[in-house]
């Protein structure tokens, strides 16, 4: 009985290494030992079980992985599918380059440094390093500039 116990524990333990989750491990586990069972009654002589079964659960996990993957794909053709496009609407971009040119607006006083760190920061997505590095000076000095140009925003905000 022990050894029953730890060879299903190192059945599980072999599947959920390969991604498995607990619940599908048990599934494929039963599954195998099913499988070893009909063969075995089908006249079939299983001189390694713990070889056999792990050979067979691990064929029945590439299985399922192949089934669970073929629905990913669609059979129609493309041309025959409706696809969504998800780029923004014309009035989206007039509406976000209008806040671009509110925001330029609103920065407009400040020196160039501190709205190009702002903008390399906000709108191109470089990290502080990144632009501390581009501008020569330290990371410290880039977070002021930023701190500087969102304080000035946020007076604007408050203005409007």
Same mark, same amino acid.
């Given at each position: 009985m022990d050894a029953l116990i730890s060879q299903l524990r190192y059945?599980?333990?072999?599947?959920r290494r390969r991604g498995r989750t607990a619940e599908e491990a048990e599934d494929l586990v039963q599954d195998a030992f099913v499988r070893m069972q009909e063969y075995c009654r089908e006249g079939g002589c299983v001189r390694e079980p713990r070889a056999f079964l792990a050979r067979t659960v691990l064929n029945l996990a590439v299985d399922a992985r192949r089934r669970d993957r073929?629905?990913?794909y669609e059979k129609q053709p493309? #041309? #025959?599918l409706y696809l969504v496009d998800l780029t923004p609407s014309p009035d989206e971009v007039f509406a976000a380059d209008q806040r671009l040119l509110s925001i330029r607006r609103s920065l407009a006083g400040l020196?160039?440094?501190?709205?190009?760190?702002?903008?390399?920061?906000?709108?191109?997505?470089f990290s502080y390093a990144e632009i501390a590095l581009r501008l020569g000076v330290s990371a410290s000095a880039v977070e002021k500039h930023?701190?500087?140009a969102?304080?000035?925003l946020a007076m604007e905000r408050h203005r409007i």
């Open positions: 059945l599980k333990k072999l599947l073929r629905d990913l493309i #041309e #025959e020196s160039e440094r501190t709205q190009t760190a702002f903008f390399l920061h906000r709108l191109e997505g930023i701190a500087t969102v304080a000035r």
